[in-house]
């Protein structure tokens, strides 16, 4: 018996949209706070608060890919 791999999304293409651009939106905001934090010469504690927009980038990017 061959199955074949079906796709099931779970959003439609308006939502994936908003994900796509929100997950590029945080990334840009990621970068732009990464080079603000270079050139303030802040410690190296405070690069710690950049986990959350490359993390909330990807995972926007990565739901809008897999439609989920």
């Not at 959003?11 to 994936?16: H, L």
Request: charged share 15%; hydrophobic share 50%; proline share 3%.
């Amino acid at each position: 018996m061959n199955v074949g791999k079906a796709e099931l999304a779970n959003i439609g293409p308006k939502e994936t949209r908003k994900r796509l651009l929100m997950g590029v939106a945080m990334l840009t905001m990621g970068v732009v706070l990464a080079v603000i934090f270079t050139y303030a010469g802040v410690s190296r504690g405070w690069y710690s608060v950049l986990f959350l927009p490359f993390w909330m980038g990807t995972l926007g990017i990565s739901q809008a890919r897999k439609k989920t």
